[in-house]
């Protein structure tokens, strides 16, 4: 009866193992870590003050205030993590001004 019961949670517990994940060139892509979210980067020099931006899967946008040059490709889709800079105002008014802690470049 034990055994069974183990077997079950094992099972019900590997069912909960939902990770966040994007689609990409009709692929699943999934990140090393759940912490991670999808974004895309976009270029928005042709709106006054912005730059680069990150698109994130609801079509919101955050302004890195780290963003390596290497990475500053429109179009090029990274796994991100991040956190909110208060108090780092912006003109570009594009986003939330964010610095990013991780970040893991897709390689396709």
Do not use: W
């Not at 909960?16 to 979210?37: H, M, V, Y």
């Not at 609801?58 to 890195?64: A, H, I, K, R, S």
């Not at 205030?65 to 796994?79: K, P, W």
């Amino acid at each position: 009866m034990k055994g069974n019961v183990l077997l079950i949670l094992f099972f019900v517990l590997q069912g909960c193992n939902i990770r966040k994940e994007a689609i990409f060139n009709n692929e699943i892509i999934k990140p090393i870590d759940a912490s991670f979210i999808f974004v895309t980067v976009v270029d928005k020099h042709d709106l006054d003050g912005c730059t680069f931006v990150l698109m994130k899967k609801d079509n919101t946008y955050l302004e890195p205030i780290n963003l390596a040059d290497s990475l500053r490709v429109d179009g090029e889709n990274l796994f991100v993590k991040y956190h909110l800079k208060k108090n780092n105002f912006s003109i570009c008014m594009s986003g939330f001004k964010v610095e990013l802690d991780e970040i893991k470049k897709i390689n396709k």
